[in-house]
């Protein structure tokens, strides 16, 4: 023992006595297992808020408590109040000082009290026993000196070798230290430092062993060391900080709220006590943070933040550790904002963060961290407010960490992090994908680089589980494996940590299990995950983690609900809803997440009504939702949605209340207060869709469905009023950034669905109310705004620069080599990670994804640079009524049909006409286009032409090209399908138009260009008529020659650009492939290449056969670009899923289109597909023409001969000769040895006619001659 040590002297208001108190409490109620049953945990002394003693459970009716006491004269009472397990005061017992003060040292004091509790259902004795420790008489001297001496050697040798101590050896120590206090309890100047060292002899044998009443011991033990101090003593504030730390440690294992108050009571007395020292604050900060994430209250926050600062200005100015200091008090103004949403305190953050970062010498290892540290901060501000140059700074200050971290940088995983997750905050905002692509990219190295036991290592996981998610509300594909993979190895990862991040990791796990149920459909996983959130949701609220629990309540609401969307049992969606009013009624009114939580609660009220028609339901929803609104900061992200679902119940309400007022035919019989809500509402529907769709910012999905719903909301009740024009044409142009060139065609056609899209064919709904507002030019310009836009994307990356090369030629340059390499990523088969790749292979694969999103970003900013040019403001922008009419062909007309669900109408463009004309088609409708389209597809199934099978001809020998042959007649589906069209559709056209049949007059016959919409793309609209036998054949056939275009825009374009084909090229390449492998043999392919050539060699074209397998794919590309035509005789595969993946098989391989689409083929005039299906497109792609055709036509081919369905070897070959026979017979005198397919659509015309008088008008025949179709100019 040191000299000061042993000089302590008591000195408080009189003579300290030690009393050993000995408390006994007994239940006397009821029998070995009483009611209700009692849980005492401890003996609080009042008079003393440190001094508290532990109770022991000696059996089911009896507590014990044993300890020591330091009392003084001026304690003339002491009050003994019996605690429960939950902080409750059961009973106490009353000591009077005088009956305390004993004359007789030694002698026993019994005190017994017979007690109700609980509202008298109880019934305890309480029994203390005090005896106040003798002082040393005659003859103790001796034995107290001898305990003393071995309790000073037990204390050397723990001092020495403290990690060695064993179990018994504690007991031991434990032992020999209470006995010496006992014994020399008169020896002031010893008392106070054997009672420290049995206190600490205590804490350690609890922490070793486990034993909560030997901490218990040692914090009463500690108090009365506290007690016996002056107040000014300076031994006090360390004894303090002490009996803090204890306190401290005694709440991480039972969680009781009132030791962490008392640590809180210590440090700050501490702190009060030594106020020029660093360690008292650094553990009030802990403590107060500690019972800020227990409780949530904003008042711990702030005083932990003063505790920062006071410790920060304790610092020189020069201190190393102050750019360390300053960062956390970042970190905590931070917090403080994430919990009240007040701006100020993010300013605050933000400022004490670029402090630490100025204070920061450059080249310290600290700069990188506070770098990134500040990154996070103004992104998270950019969050709330929506400043676009906090973003901009977040992203500098995290690339300029990654930067100055280097490769070998021990955090650079973490910075990597930290970067990617405010990539993916930005992206979340801004709708931005090429951020989120590279956030998933640099999420993938720093996993690459983690090493395996990095604690952080389960957050990347999470963090990447997410991305992937965000992903898929992009290009709505899910990487459903990868996603459930990456969270899983998240969990796994785990290597414990501070509580925050394992709940997040817990939620991310709920997530993961909400993951597997969408993916595998089955209710057990959600069942799992709902199970799952609500042991976390107990589990926080048993420990009281107060600022946790609202987060928590809030996914198990979204897990209710996504069981009751499956299920539709009632009792899921009110308990969603009581569960999410419940993490409401815990969040702060200042809660950044608040508005999200109202918006969710009002959709969540809304659903409920559509169930229980309970107008409170609906009013719920509204005023939830309208509160949302008020709460969120202006261009808060999360404002679309709350706009988009506000929109909707208004609308619901304004429905409702309408329709009451329209049936009962007056306003008079309507009480005022409904009318007025009915004006209300229609005022709120309108403006809340109309902010909802032109939000600037962004899911262009959720944008896009609020502007057709303010389309047709607008349509159905004000048809005069001009919002219907401007939301109209938001949604069309929001179902174009839908398709984005920054993906693959693959994403852009998944994206164009209907499912993925949440409405359907805007385009076709959108013409039709612009024919109902008597506005067939904006209809016609919405057809070609929303259809075919992937072909229509290839087009304008192909688009001729002469003008603006003339203007700009370095700026034509830069824009002609990123759409070459634009095309080139789009056109290229994206792979997705798959669970068994690599982390390498995935890392390599999203660096592909991320070069591709980043081309399409310099795309976009070069179309930004080229309109900013005088002349060139629409420079590939969706082309206006007026220029289209002013490009239309001067040898036919155009007829779009545009087929929705509520009406079908032709839009008719004539050349020299200034306006489209409008042909309504009342007989016709989506729903007989549809039937016609079943009806067809039976018939051909039925035959076998749906399928890519050979027909059997006399002696079994195949024959067909591909699919099936013509036999057994059953009635007659294929006229009744044609017959429908041709008096529904075909007809009044004609009627309206005055067309009438061919007259032999020599004149070239009126050329139409069919222009289909919807299912209606799938019909032989060039074959509808009335055909025989036993009546008159009418048909299309007889009055015009028919050719498709996908869109106006593709045919318009030719005209304008149709410039000569160079006469090196000009000539015609064919090549016939009638035993590719894995297909059925097709012989018929090599007579018809043999006859088609022989003919062009004699008439002295320029002509190439190559056949079978002395035809490589490599070389049929090349030949494509030195041909200006090419006729491919063989088989043909249209693959929906991945249009450019469509091929023609040869022997030595395939020719994919996009391999052909890599082909700069600016010579390219005519492509006849001599093989089946080449022109038959997708069913859930109907206005994007994804088939072979409409692909040759957007790899540079003027015109296409194609087939909708299966044909025939024979008839193929009869098609093809006299098709050529024709082209041959009418070529221009003096072409020498070129080939011109301008004359194309006349010579299929020509040869169909030819085979249909061979034929005659069966069935068979019919389906024969029908396929064949021409496509463009």
């Not at 003339?76 to 004359?103: F, Q, R, T």
């Not at 204390?155 to 990690?163: D, I, N, R, S, Y």
């Not at 999420?443 to 999470?462: C, E, K, N, T, V």
């Not at 910012?697 to 004000?718: E, H, K, N, S, Y």
Request: hydrophobic share 40%; with cysteine; aromatic share 6%.
């Amino acid at each position: 023992m040191d000299a000061e040590s042993l000089s302590v002297l008591i000195n408080r208001q009189g003579n300290g006595e030690l009393y050993r108190i000995e408390i006994a409490i007994e239940r006397t109620d009821d029998g070995d297992d009483p009611e209700p049953p009692l849980d005492l945990t401890q003996i609080r002394i009042p008079q003393d808020p440190i001094l508290c003693y532990p109770l022991t459970k000696v059996s089911s009716c009896r507590w014990e408590m044993k300890g020591f006491i330091v009392l003084f004269d001026a304690a003339w009472a002491v009050d003994c109040v019996v605690k429960s397990g939950d902080g409750e005061d059961i009973s106490s017992l009353h000591l009077e000082g005088d009956a305390m003060h004993a004359e007789d040292p030694g002698h026993e004091y019994t005190h017994c009290r017979d007690i109700e509790a609980c509202d008298t259902r109880v019934h305890l004795i309480i029994r203390g026993t005090f005896n106040v420790l003798p002082q040393n008489g005659p003859g103790r001297e001796a034995e107290a000196l001898e305990f003393v001496t071995a309790a000073s050697d037990v204390v050397t040798a723990f001092e020495q070798l403290p990690l060695l101590e064993t179990p018994a050896g504690f007991t031991e120590r434990t032992n020999k230290l209470r006995r010496a206090v006992e014994l020399a309890c008169s020896s002031s100047d010893v008392l106070l430092y054997l009672l420290q060292f049995l206190a600490s002899s205590l804490k350690d044998r609890g922490e070793a062993t486990g034993s909560l009443p030997d901490i218990d011991e040692a914090i009463s033990l500690q108090g009365t060391v506290v007690n016996l101090l002056p107040e000014d003593h300076k031994e006090r504030p360390r004894h303090l900080l002490v009996l803090g730390h204890w306190f401290r440690a005694r709440f991480t294992h039972t969680d009781v709220a009132q030791d962490l108050s008392n640590a809180i009571l210590m440090a700050r007395a501490a702190v009060r006590g030594a106020p020029e020292s660093e360690e008292p604050l650094v553990i009030l900060w802990e403590c107060l943070g500690r019972s800020f994430i227990r409780t949530g209250h904003p008042t711990d926050l702030s005083d932990a933040i003063s505790v920062l600062q006071r410790w920060v200005d304790l610092m020189a100015i020069g201190d190393p550790s102050l750019p360390r200091r300053l960062c956390a008090i970042a970190d905590a103004m931070w917090l403080r904002f994430v919990i009240t949403g007040l701006l100020m305190h993010a300013d605050e953050a933000v400022s004490a963060i670029q402090t630490a970062i100025e204070n920061t010498p450059v080249g310290c290892a600290q700069l990188p961290d506070s770098l990134c540290q500040m990154g996070t901060i103004l992104m998270g501000r950019f969050a709330h407010s929506g400043c676009l140059s906090d973003r901009d700074e977040s992203l500098k200050a995290h690339r300029h960490a990654v930067e100055l971290a280097g490769p070998d940088h021990k955090s650079l995983p973490s910075f990597l992090h930290d970067l990617a997750s405010s990539l993916h905050e930005s992206s979340n905002h801004t709708g931005n994908q090429l951020e989120l692509e590279e956030g998933i990219l640099l999420l993938q190295r720093a996993i690459s680089m983690a090493p395996g036991g990095d604690q952080d290592l389960a957050l990347y996981h999470a963090e990447l589980g997410s991305m992937l998610r965000s992903r898929f509300n992009f290009t709505n594909i899910l990487d459903a494996p990868e996603e459930v993979a990456t969270l899983h190895r998240a969990v796994e990862a785990y290597q414990g940590g501070d509580e925050i991040t394992f709940e997040g990791l817990l939620h991310r796990h709920i997530i993961l299990l909400r993951s597997l149920s969408e993916i595998s459909g089955h209710p057990v996983h959600l069942q799992e995950a709902i199970t799952t959130a609500r042991n976390a949701t107990n589990l926080l609220s048993h420990h009281h983690r107060l600022l946790l629990l609202p987060s928590n309540l809030q996914c198990l609401s979204g897990l209710l609900w996504e069981r009751w969307r499956a299920t539709r049992q009632h009792s899921d969606l009110d308990e969603s809803i009581s569960v999410l009013e419940k993490a409401i009624e815990l969040s702060a009114r200042t809660d950044p997440g608040l508005p999200d939580s109202l918006t969710t609660l009002g959709s969540n009220f809304q659903a409920r009504y559509e169930v229980t028609h309970d107008d409170l339901d609906l009013a719920k929803a509204i005023s939830n939702l309208e509160q949302a609104i008020q709460l969120s900061l202006p261009g808060c992200p999360s404002l679309q949605r709350c706009y988009w679902h506000l929109g909707l119940a208004r609308y619901t309400r304004f429905k409702e209340t309408a329709d009451l007022i329209r049936n009962t035919g007056s306003n008079h019989s309507v009480p005022a207060q409904t009318l007025m809500q009915c004006e209300e509402d229609e005022k709120g529907w309108r403006t809340a869709f109309k902010l909802a769709a032109t939000f600037p910012i962004g899911d262009p999905t959720q944008r896009l469905r609020a502007a057709v719903a303010w389309a047709w909301g607008t349509a159905t009740w004000f048809l005069d009023s001009p919002d219907i024009l401007l939301a109209l044409d938001t949604a069309l142009g929001l179902l174009a950034m839908k398709a984005g060139l920054d993906q693959t065609i693959r994403t852009r056609h998944i994206q164009l669905q209907g499912h993925a899209l949440g409405v359907t064919a805007t385009a076709t709904e959108a013409a039709f109310i612009a024919l109902m507002i008597d506005r067939p030019d904006k209809a016609l310009e919405w057809l070609e705004q929303g259809r075919c836009l992937v072909w229509t994307q290839i087009n304008h990356l192909r688009t001729p620069l002469d003008n603006l090369h003339t203007h700009n030629p370095s700026l034509a340059e830069t824009v002609m080599e990123v759409s070459k390499r634009l095309e080139m990523a789009g056109s290229s088969p994206q792979e997705h990670p798959c669970i068994d790749m690599s982390l390498r292979q995935k890392v390599s694969l999203q660096e592909e994804v991320y070069a591709h999103a980043n081309i399409a970003k310099q795309w976009e900013e070069l179309l930004c640079q080229v309109r900013a040019i005088p002349g060139f403001e629409s420079f590939l922008q969706p082309a206006k009524c007026h220029a289209l009419l002013q490009s239309l062909p001067n040898t036919g007309l155009i007829v779009i049909i545009n087929v929705s669900r509520f009406q079908c109408d032709a839009i008719a463009m004539v050349e020299g006409v200034g306006q489209p004309l409008h042909i309504p088609l009342p007989n016709f409708s989506e729903k007989k286009a549809k039937q016609h389209q079943r009806d067809l597809g039976l018939e051909l199934r039925a035959r076998d032409l749906r399928l890519r099978k050979e027909d059997l001809v006399a002696g079994g020998e195949v024959s067909m090209r591909t699919g099936g042959h013509y036999r057994r007649p059953r009635g007659t589906p294929i006229r009744r399908v044609l017959r429908g069209l041709w008096t529904d559709v075909v007809r009044p056209i004609f009627d309206m138009l005055a067309i009438s049949r061919f007259k032999d007059d020599g004149k070239e016959p009126l050329r139409v260009w069919w222009c289909p919409t919807g299912t209606l793309s799938f019909l032989p609209l060039h074959a509808a008529g009335i055909y025989g036998p036993g009546m008159e054949s009418e048909s299309v056939l007889d009055y015009v020659v028919s050719s498709y275009t996908p869109t106006v825009s593709t045919l318009t374009q030719r005209v304008r650009d149709n410039c000569p084909i160079d006469n090196k090229v000009s000539g015609l390449f064919l090549t016939s492939q009638p035993k590719a492998p894995r297909t059925v043999p097709i012989p018929g392919t090599s007579v018809e290449v043999q006859s088609i050539y022989d003919k062009a060699d004699g008439h002295g074209i320029r002509v190439m056969k190559v056949e079978g397998s002395e035809l490589t794919v490599d070389a049929c590309l090349s030949h494509l670009e030195n041909f200006s035509s090419v006729h491919l005789a063989c088989h043909g595969y249209q693959n929906p899923e991945e249009s450019l993946q469509s091929r023609f098989y040869f022997h030595n391989g395939t020719l994919d289109l996009a391999s052909i689409l890599r082909k700069n083929l600016k010579n390219a005039d005519l492509a006849f597909l001599s093989a089946c299906q080449t022109s038959t497109g997708d069913s859930k792609l109907p206005d994007e023409a994804v088939h072979l055709a409409a692909g040759m036509l957007a790899a540079g081919y003027r015109r296409v001969v194609g087939t909708m369905w299966s044909i025939g070897d024979k008839t193929a070959q009869e098609i093809s000769t006299s098709f050529y026979d024709w082209l041959f017979d009418h070529r221009d005198l003096g072409s020498g040895s070129r080939f011109d397919g301008t004359l194309s659509a006349y010579a299929l015309h020509h040869s169909i006619q030819k085979l249909r008088d061979d034929l005659g008008d069966t069935d068979d025949a019919i389906l024969a001659w029908a396929p064949f179709v021409h496509w463009g100019y």
